[in-house]
């Protein structure tokens, strides 16, 4: 399926800003900003909700945290136990190490992965990027546009008249 | 989003535009290798070949190569384990302590920073693998189930703990090396000409696009590895340090040691930073970006935690006294002047009293200064571990077994050898990847660089957010 797209390309972080925030209140909805770096402010103008990711992150070390617990509890105080330096078969003090190293592990890698699975990245050779500027010095907003609805020439002026640089047409097959 | 005063310096200096970065950055690793790099890969794979030499020479006829004895059962080896993952140590400080600080001059040294914790904590590992013995066996530290006939690993003990802090801080440590890196590889692939490197780069990027979502997402996960990597790191040190402490052995049985080897580690891994990066400014030409500044700044950390460790040492010699332990306090004069008082005042030459000299502006800001006593202060802390190690060890409790350490030439071999792997991956990192964390210094260009030149005439080094944003 091929969907086509107006970009309108900025040059200017703070021009930008503004001129995501014109284009909403005109009653656009842009399909998605590029940008060679994270623009502070950003999630704010376009509307974007704080990341859950930290939760993730909260209940992998919590279960991390657990499983070391429990881990150690049940091979040194269960499942084989031994007197090592007169110490009680569960010596919490000494367990609190390898519980923060896991807690530490987990949370991270657990955090990480979600964060490849939502943000969809995973290593492949084709990738769509809309305009390759984008990685380098460019800001790239990205408008869809719908057959027959949208008013491209209307669409070119408003962005035009917030800033843009150029703008330009992109065809992308899914 | 912080303040900046108009008096502080840029922290990129020569009016660099946002391409200019990515033109900077991207030189060496889409150029041809130049001839100083191959020159130096040369030197560091002559380095790797010892390393292969003497571990092969220490599986095949066992520790016995190694000049260890019944009474140094630890030497060169722990000292050299210790060194290295000290070394690792101010990576993780630059990239995730000084990012929880707001320290915004962390940018362009974050990136080599932290490959150099990688390549450290590789190098360190290789050390109680190798002196297992029967490195093959080494699956046994980890807490398998008993089918070989053995019992559990035993969760009380530090050595123990140093497996899981060592693994669990290498692999963090990548992730969030990598996790940095994504942006900077989607860069080198858009711009990427040839049919390899747009693949190579392709995967590594893992079709990273650059979208607010995707940015907003990276800015949290970062935030919050650098809030995991922060105790991280100082958990390492302190289990590393805990190896010797719950020992009984004079010298070792101290409480100071966690914080005492933690402040070393940084100071260590500030000099080894400091001596890499002054390197590695000038033969890729990216004093624009690691500027006199950066250096000051990285000088300033080495005065602190040099104190601390000087400090430290003089605390530790009058616990001992104080104590009224009669082996503790032969055991610390001993070291100060005993058979091997040459170690224990190169020690505290190079680690106390050196870097006292930054002190004076003049010589934080000197590169010549600053690599000399870099190099003093990565020699410094290697004395400091052997003088712990293995003065400590050889007049034990019964004087008929006093021995003295002296290293095998498998022993030199095996250090050399790391360093050679060491810089040999360096070498490959910093021909392969963006040494420069390109995104980040491209979100504080704005608001900390030398900007001469704007198409919107909008910015003139500090702009008007920087003033307006005083939280962050």
Redesign the interface.
């Known amino acids: 399926m091929t969907k086509k797209f107006v970009l309108g390309i900025y040059d200017d972080e703070d021009v930008l800003l503004q001129a995501i925030e014109n284009v909403r209140a005109a009653g656009t909805k842009i399909y998605e900003v590029f940008s060679p770096y994270p623009i502070h402010g950003i999630d704010d103008v376009l509307g974007i909700k704080r990341s859950r990711l930290p939760i993730v992150a909260f209940f992998c070390g919590l279960f991390g945290m657990s499983f070391a617990l429990w881990m150690q509890i049940w091979m040194l105080g269960f499942d084989w136990p031994m007197i090592i330096g007169g110490k009680p078969h569960i010596a919490l003090p000494a367990f609190i190490p390898v519980t923060f190293e896991l807690t530490v592990l987990c949370s991270a890698f657990g955090m990480v992965i979600t964060f490849f699975i939502v943000t969809k990245l995973k290593p492949s050779l084709k990738v769509n990027v809309f305009d390759k500027r984008s990685t380098d010095d460019k800001y790239v907003m990205a408008i869809e546009v719908k057959e027959g609805v949208t008013d491209i020439s209307a669409l070119n002026n408003l962005l035009r008249s917030n800033g843009a640089i150029e703008v330009n047409e992109k065809e992308v097959t899914k | 989003?912080q303040h900046v005063s108009p008096i502080r310096e840029p922290l990129v200096t020569g009016g660099k535009?946002?391409?200019d970065v990515?033109e900077d950055v991207c030189r060496q690793v889409e150029a041809k290798p130049n001839a100083r790099w191959a020159a130096a890969l040369a030197v560091a794979l002559v380095g790797l070949a010892i390393f292969i030499y003497s571990t092969y020479r220490t599986l095949w006829y066992g520790i016995g190569e190694w000049g260890l004895n019944k009474t140094v059962g630890w030497a060169w080896d722990i000292t050299n384990f210790v060194w290295w993952v000290g070394i690792g140590h101010a990576g993780t400080l630059i990239s995730a302590i000084l990012l929880l600080f707001r320290q915004k001059w962390r940018t362009s040294i974050n990136r080599a920073a932290e490959a150099m914790t990688i390549f450290a904590v590789i190098c360190a590992a290789m050390f109680p693998v190798l002196h297992m013995g029967r490195p093959w066996l080494a699956y046994w530290v980890l807490?398998l189930p008993?089918t070989f006939g053995s019992?559990?690993v035993?969760?009380?003990s530090?050595l123990?703990?140093d497996v899981?802090?060592i693994s669990?801080y290498f692999?963090?440590s990548l992730?969030?090396w990598y996790?940095g890196l994504?942006?900077d590889f989607?860069?080198i692939?858009?711009?990427a000409t040839g049919p390899i490197a747009r693949?190579a780069y392709?995967?590594?990027?893992?079709?990273?696009?650059?979208?607010?979502?995707?940015?907003?997402?990276?800015?949290?996960?970062s935030l919050?590895?650098a809030g995991?990597c922060t105790?991280?790191v100082l958990?390492v040190h302190t289990?590393v340090s805990?190896d010797f402490a719950t020992s009984v052995i004079p010298g070792w049985h101290t409480t100071i040691f966690p914080p005492y080897f933690v402040a070393g580690a940084i100071f260590s891994g500030f000099a080894m930073v400091l001596t890499l990066m002054i390197i590695t400014r000038k033969v890729f030409k990216l004093e624009d970006y690691i500027t006199l500044e950066h250096v000051e700044s990285m000088n300033k950390v080495i005065i602190l935690t040099g104190s601390i460790v000087g400090v430290a040492y003089i605390t530790e010699f009058f616990i001992a006294w104080y104590s009224g332990v009669e082996y503790e306090q032969y055991a610390f004069i001993n070291r100060a002047t005993g058979p091997y008082w040459w170690a224990y005042w190169s020690m505290m030459t190079c680690n106390v009293i050196t870097p006292q000299l930054f002190w004076f502006r003049s010589i934080r800001r000197s590169l010549t200064a600053t690599f000399i006593i870099s190099i003093f202060v990565n020699i410094g802390m290697w004395f400091e571990r052997f003088v712990i190690i293995v003065t400590s060890l050889h007049r034990d409790f019964l004087p008929s077994s006093w021995a003295m350490f002296s290293p095998t030439i498998i022993d030199i071999g095996v250090y050399v050898g790391t360093i050679g792997l060491f810089f040999t991956l360096f070498l490959l990192f910093a021909k392969f990847f963006p040494v420069i964390n390109?995104?980040?210094v491209?979100?504080i260009l704005?608001s900390s660089s030398e900007v001469k030149h704007?198409?919107?005439g909008?910015m003139h080094g500090t702009n008007k957010?920087s003033h307006t944003n005083t939280h962050p």
């Open positions: 989003m535009t946002y391409h990515t807490p008993n019992l559990w035993n969760f009380n530090p123990l703990w899981f802090a669990t692999s963090v992730v969030f996790i994504i942006p989607a860069t692939r858009d711009r693949r392709a995967v590594l990027s893992m079709g990273w696009t650059g979208s607010a979502k995707a940015w907003s997402r990276h800015e949290t996960i919050i590895l995991l105790p991280l958990s289990i805990m390109m995104f980040e491209k979100s704005k704007h198409p919107n909008a957010d």
